[in-house]
Each structure stands twice: as C-alpha cells, then as structure tokens.
C-alpha cells in the first residue's frame, strides 16, 4: 500500500507539474492561486458505448471534476469511432477496449502514454433453450464453431466496437467465415444488440458489465462464462486508456488528459472504479495498479526495444 | 422562447430521471432548435421574396437545389458539418465539434430548405392586386414586400413550424456534431430529446425511451399551437 501511494503522488504530481507548466507558458504564471490553472477547461473524452452505458463514468467523474474544477465531456462512440474521432483532433483522450485498434493508434503517432486501467470480461449469451447446444463449453472457438455449424441465430454489433472486434477474433479462432442468413449484423451498440438478440431468440456476444445492466429486461442467459468466472482467457475485455499525442494535435489539451490519466490509475479511483456495482455486481475490475512492472502496457503489443523495426 | 410550457411539461409525467435532466436536455433542444429556425427564416424569406418576385438566370437551378435540400439526409448534413468543425476541417480553429452551435449549424441547414420553398409558394399565392394596389399607393419596393409578407403570414408561420418540425426530430446530425454530451450531474450539454431517446434504445430501455418520446410530441404540439394561436390573435387585432 505505501508503493501504491507513492506512485499514486508520483502520476498527480506529474500531472499537476504538466498542467502547470503548460499553463504558465500561456497566461504568465498568473493563475497561482488555489485552483489549479487548468480549472475552467474542458477535457474530450471519447470513449466506448459500455463505459458510458452502464453509468460508470457519470458516477466517478465528479470527484475528478471538483478536484481539478474542470468538466469532461464524455463522448460515447463505440471503440473504431472513439479512436477516430481522436485521430481527427477532436478530443484529448480515448478510453476504449479492443487492444488491437489501441496499438495501431499509438504505431500511427496518434495516442501516447498509454496505461492499463482496468477489465471484465465478455460472455456469450442467448436463449435458455440454448438450440445450438453450447452451454457450458470451455472454449469460446469452440462454441462460435457450434454456432455456425447448427446455423442459429447470431446477431453481430458490426459496428466496429471493441465488442465487435473480439466477435471478429473468435470467428478467426474458430476457423469460420461467418454469413448466411443466421448471421446478423445490426450495426448498433450492445443495448440494441442484446434486445434484438432476446427479440429472435439468437446468440450474441456481450460485454459482462452492459448484460448485467440489462439483464433484468431480457430473457437471455449466459451460456458460456468469461475469465472472471472460470471461462476461457479469450474472452478476457481489458480497458485501456491514452492521451491524444499533442505533437500531432496542438490543440489536444494534453496537460488536462494526464491530469486525467493520474487521476483514474490512481488507488482513488481505482477503488471506485471497483466500488461500482449494478443489481449488487460489480461491472470492473481495476488494473491500473501492480506491485510489478508491467512495461507492455505502454507499448504496442509484443513491442520490444530488439524489435523496434516497426 | 415558450418558457412556461417548458417549465411545466416535465410535471406531467412521473420521471425515472435524474431532478433536471428531462428539463435540461427540453431546454437544449429548444435552444437549439429555436436558434436553427430563427436564422433559417431571417434568411429564407428574403432568398423566397427574391425567389419569387424578380427573374435570374439560374433560377429554375436554384429552386431544384432547394427542392433537393427539403429530402435531404441529415445524417449526411451532419457528416459534412462534422467534416467543417472538425479539427482538421476549416473552421476547426474555431473548436466547434461537439458544441450547441455546431448543432445549430447542421439544424439551420436541414431547415432551411423547406422554410425558403413553402415561403415561395406562400407569397407567390398572395393576389396580385394586394401588390398592384401596395405599388400604386406609393410603397417602396419594402413596402411592397412587407405588405406581401403580412398577407402571407399563414402560409409562413405554417414554413417555419415545417422547418421547426424538421428540426426539433432530427437525430442523425445532432447525434454526430453535437456528441450526445452531458455533464457528470445529469445536466445536458448537447444533449436532445432525440438523442436522449436513441440513447435509451441503445440501453434497452424502451419505456424511458417512451416518455421521452411523449415528452418530444408533447412540446411539437405546443409549439404549434401557441405559432397558431398568435396568428390568430394578430388576425383579430388587424
């Protein structure tokens, strides 16, 4: 806990001293007062349709927002949308989950200091019928597989979401070129996927903390379990964070997005982070904090100093 | 602005909202809606008046365009003044994305269309004689036209709550330029009934989603009705 604390002062003080000197250069050193001098500004957050939708954010931004006296705007675009939106300038930070898009993002130049912040998991959910059998499978491969093979109703977010880009994975495991007319795509968020999935009686792949929100209204059920509760690691959903890289976009407002990054990796918000539950479960997993180093999540996946070619 | 009836709808219905969130996103779509509509009819009437009472070449060009405009997609307005605010679009130092005004731009477009054609074919429809008998009473070219635009008034009150109603339930650009935004406390931003309905859908929650679609035909139709009701009292003060 003292490790915790200290590297918690070393991200605020980092974010502080930033924001500070970054400030100062603009106003003069003027605003030496109580408030830091980014109070007053507004910090873009784009981020994922599940992070928003199941009220996470609405429920710890006001402690970051007092502490600094700034406002964030949270953006709710899915993960492709989110990033691009950030690789045009348009916001400061990205928060988002599809670990494959992040690396591009940061190979282009585009997103820097990126850091791990926290995790659920995703499941497989449909009918309790279950008519293609998949039930308590192991493997997640293995069930997409079965899906395909019995030809059952599949609804797809194919919108390009950190949802849709695992599905994509999993079919690629499975060995399946999905199509045909048991395969949907809906070119929606998870809420609009799950309830048209309950509607047909179909498949579908959730993200654990948005099925939880819904469950309640719907008759689907999960048939095969993510890694949080025994399931295969494919199905693991991390979360990642990143400020938009100020030397691409002048106009990115870089010191408050590492104010925000110190804040939300800090032993506060994680806490909270891990305090949230809907219907008494809890959605996410915080991860922003390890005793040991973990260098990969600053770099693009598999990214060494020996490989450094790319 | 109908601040009264603003004030009052949300005690109709019992709300599973936050205090203030209902009314704060009532208030931004009005905001916005309003502004959109006010600027497109301070510049649709003159473009119609111009439209309709002298020649130019190109005419029948210009009354295609607008034509086009009235069936004209707002997602793709919404793309396109995206692709103007954004940070790598021409404006884009002004840092517009994600603000009401980048709303109000993309609404101004969408409603300037059907405000400019019904207000042609409202002023075109006024007798002839009201202008022969405006010019030989000595008007000036104004008088002329504001004798036209009195006689008119029906016919425009009825293009302006077209565009109001083209504006106010439009989602698509508002959705893209404005971001759906609202502050930690549940107060809107850029957020409007359209958008806070998609939102819900996309959560589920089709019977929040219900009440704010009652919430959004509620204020269409009180709108309506006050634009209706003052032209009928500027009927019997005439």
Redesign the interface.
């Known amino acids: 806990m003292p490790i915790q604390r200290r590297k918690f002062l070393a991200a605020l003080g980092t974010g502080a001293v930033a924001s500070v000197a970054g400030c100062s250069q603009i106003t003069g050193g003027s605003g030496s007062g109580d408030q830091p001098d980014v109070a007053g500004q507004t910090l873009t957050l784009t981020t994922t349709t599940s992070t928003y939708d199941t009220g996470l954010l609405d429920a710890i931004h006001p402690q970051f927002e007092e502490m600094y006296g700034v406002t964030v705007d949270a953006v709710a675009q899915g993960t492709g949308a989110a990033l691009e939106t950030a690789r045009n300038g348009d916001s400061d930070i990205v928060m988002v989950h599809a670990r494959g898009l992040e690396d591009e993002f940061m190979r282009n130049g585009y997103g820097i200091n990126r850091r791990d912040l926290m995790f659920n998991d995703f499941v497989i959910v449909g009918p309790e019928s279950d008519p293609a059998g998949i039930e308590g499978m192991d493997s997640a491969a293995e069930a997409f597989a079965t899906i395909a093979e019995e030809q059952a109703a599949f609804v797809s977010r194919g919108d390009n979401s950190g949802t849709h880009t695992k599905e994509l994975n999993i079919w690629e495991e499975a060995g399946v070129e999905p199509g045909g007319d048991w395969y949907q795509e809906i070119g929606a968020g998870m809420g609009e996927a799950l309830n048209n999935a309950n509607q047909q009686g179909a498949y579908t792949l959730s993200d654990r903390g948005t099925f939880i929100s819904q469950r309640s209204e719907i008759d689907l059920t999960i048939l095969v379990q993510g890694p949080i509760e025994g399931g295969p690691e494919l199905l693991e959903n991390p979360y990642g964070i990143m400020a938009v890289n100020p030397a691409v976009h002048g106009n990115a407002n870089y010191d408050l997005a590492m104010a925000y990054i110190g804040w939300i990796t800090s032993p506060g918000a994680q806490d909270a982070i891990a305090d949230y539950t809907m219907n008494g479960e809890q959605l996410f997993f915080p991860r922003a904090l390890s005793e040991d180093p973990d260098f990969q999540q600053y770099v693009p996946e598999g990214w060494s100093s020996d490989s450094s070619s790319e | 602005m109908p601040l009264d009836p603003v004030a009052l709808l949300p005690l109709f219905v019992e709300t599973p909202f936050q205090e203030g969130y209902v009314r704060s996103i009532i208030v931004v779509s009005l905001y916005v809606s309003c502004t959109a509509v006010a600027l497109s009819t301070l510049f649709s009437i003159p473009v119609a008046l111009v439209m309709g009472f002298t020649d130019f070449p190109g005419q029948q060009f210009v009354k295609s365009v607008i034509n086009t405009g009235m069936g004209f997609p707002s997602v793709v307005v919404g793309l396109v003044v995206l692709f103007m605010v954004?940070?790598?679009g021409p404006l884009?130092a002004a840092?517009l994305?994600?603000t009401k005004e980048a709303m109000i731009m993309s609404q101004f477009v969408l409603a300037t269309p059907p405000i400019t054609a019904i207000s042609l074919a409202a002023l075109k429809s006024v007798d002839e004689n009201v202008r022969d008998a405006a010019r030989v009473l000595g008007g000036t070219r104004l008088d002329v036209a504001l004798v036209v635009i009195k006689e008119a008034r029906y016919g425009i009150a009825t293009a302006v709550l077209a565009g109001f109603g083209r504006a106010i339930s439009e989602v698509g650009s508002v959705l893209i330029v404005g971001?759906?935004?609202?502050?930690?406390?549940?107060i809107s931003?850029t957020r409007t009934l359209t958008t806070a309905i998609q939102?819900e859908?996309?959560?589920?929650?089709?019977d929040t989603a219900m009440i704010l679609g009652a919430v959004l035909v509620a204020l269409v139709l009180t709108v309506n009705a006050i634009v209706v009701r003052l032209g009928d009292e500027g009927a019997m003060n005439r």
């Open positions: 954004s940070n790598q884009g840092d994305i994600f971001g759906n935004i609202t502050s930690a406390d549940g931003q939102l859908a996309r959560q589920g929650q089709y």
